[in-house]
């Protein structure tokens, strides 16, 4: 075992959160009764890159149940949790590379560190480790057997990879499962981007004009919660379909110049960059909250705010606010970084018992069909999905009904009709 990590003294309040998690996530856990004796990944390297979560942590005691070697690192330089890091190298004996408030060069430093396991299988969020592994193949891809992407822009980055034909090993889209984006981007996203603003901030979301761009998986999430909450919601968009869900929906739909204007609360979530920048801030009102939930920190251009401000403090820890020279104050949290992960705690661990069932059945399925994929993304297969969303309706205590023999009969002809 190997780790680098901030303090291990803080094990035992890590590992409380993650009993939490654990009790919160039956389907990881009855997947994890179900392999821990057959050890289908003994022998194997699970190389990771997913925010060091409580959630991340009961997945990778499954993994390691499952028989494998764990080597992890965060995928966000403000998202690890410092206990949880603490807890999985103490009381687990993973190899963890992780802290809170890394520099980039540490943050890839911790990648590389999980790189020199040469991986059989890698995990990644956002594609960090994938496009690192990919420029030192040859050092570190002899053992590479597949794997898997967490979120959106990862699996944009990686088909991006695909089409250039310079993908090295098989992927599969976790992402695009349905139990995963259906459920996680929008109701974990939706309810922890709040959660995280709150927390920062604790604004009365009531009475706010809140700004919300892009209307796909994690806009949708984020503005039914800040409706919830009282808030009348404008949505920005640059597709005419989601922009008319959107307005269907009920909510405003403007452009960002437009909303710049009325807002009050501007939260992006496109996975796109220069979403927020100078010429909108300039409209501005005075003491907006900018937040940004989308991967990467680059929708809200705060060197653009930089360069607008004469000065900025941080007023609390994961607030930093700017003095432009005109005077107007402008506040980011969490260094516009995930507001979720940075401020709160990320999504509830309900949710992520569906997204990390299906990152371990995948990471199964790779090892089981060893040498069969090509290398190219896969999407998750439909009777996965179904498997999952079966076993999170068994562990909620919720019955459906079962189609009878006539009904299937009449659904799959097309014989009866008026
Ligand atoms: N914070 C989290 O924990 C978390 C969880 C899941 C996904 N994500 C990330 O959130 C981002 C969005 O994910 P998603 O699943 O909702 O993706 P999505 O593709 O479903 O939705 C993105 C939406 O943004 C719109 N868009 C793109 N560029 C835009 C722009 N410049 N202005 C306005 N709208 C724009 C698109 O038309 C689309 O409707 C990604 O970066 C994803 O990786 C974050």
């Not at 179904?386 to 009904?407: C, F, N, R, T, Y």
Request: hydrophobic share 40%; charged share 25%; with cysteine.
């Amino acid at each position: 075992m190997e780790y680098r990590i901030k303090d291990i003294s803080l094990a035992d309040k890590g590992k409380k959160k993650i009993e939490w998690a654990e009790a919160n996530m039956p389907v990881l856990l009855s997947l994890k009764n179900k392999f821990k004796e057959s050890k289908p990944l003994k022998d194997l390297v699970v190389g990771g890159c997913l925010h060091v979560t409580k959630e991340t942590a009961v997945l990778t005691k499954t993994l390691a149940a499952a028989g494998a070697t764990i080597a992890w690192s965060g995928c966000n330089p403000l998202s690890t949790s410092d206990d949880i890091a603490a807890s999985l190298v103490k009381d687990e004996e993973l190899s963890v590379f992780a802290s809170r408030g890394v520099s980039t060069s540490e943050y890839y430093e911790d990648i590389y560190s999980v790189l020199k396991f040469n991986p059989d299988i890698t995990i990644d969020d956002g594609a960090d480790l994938t496009i690192e592994f990919h420029k030192t193949f040859d050092k570190y891809g002899k053992n590479i057997i597949g794997g898997t992407e967490e979120t959106t822009t990862g699996v944009l980055r990686l088909k991006a990879l695909e089409k250039t034909s310079k993908l090295s090993y098989p992927i599969v889209a976790v992402n695009d499962a349905e139990t995963k984006h259906d459920f996680d981007n929008v109701y974990g996203t939706g309810q922890s981007a709040l959660d995280g603003i709150i927390r920062a901030t604790n604004v009365l979301i009531a009475g706010k004009s809140v700004v919300v761009a892009g209307y796909g998986h994690v806009g949708k999430g984020i503005a039914s919660r800040a409706r919830g909450l009282g808030a009348s919601v404008i949505v920005t968009e640059i597709d005419p379909i989601n922009a008319l869900k959107a307005r269907m929906d009920g909510f405003i739909v403007a452009t960002m110049d437009e909303a710049a204007l009325i807002g009050d609360l501007f939260i992006t979530s496109t996975g796109c960059k220069d979403v927020i920048v100078g010429s909108h801030i300039e409209k501005m009102k005075n003491g907006v909250i900018l937040a940004n939930a989308g991967h990467f920190n680059v929708e809200i251009s705060i060197e653009e705010i930089n360069g607008m401000a004469k000065s900025s403090k941080h007023v609390n820890e994961n607030v930093e606010q700017f003095v432009l020279k005109n005077d107007a104050k402008v506040n980011v949290i969490g260094e516009g970084r995930l507001v979720n992960l940075v401020a709160a705690e990320g999504h509830p661990s309900e949710v992520m018992d569906m997204s990390f069932a299906n990152q371990f059945l995948s990471v199964i399925n790779l090892v089981n069909n060893k040498g069969k994929f090509e290398n190219k993304i896969y999407e998750i297969d439909r009777d996965q999905d179904l498997l999952i969303a079966g076993l999170k309706l068994e562990a909620m205590g919720i019955k459906i009904d079962k189609l009878s023999e006539v009904q299937n009969k009449y659904l799959s002809e097309y014989g009866e009709g008026t």
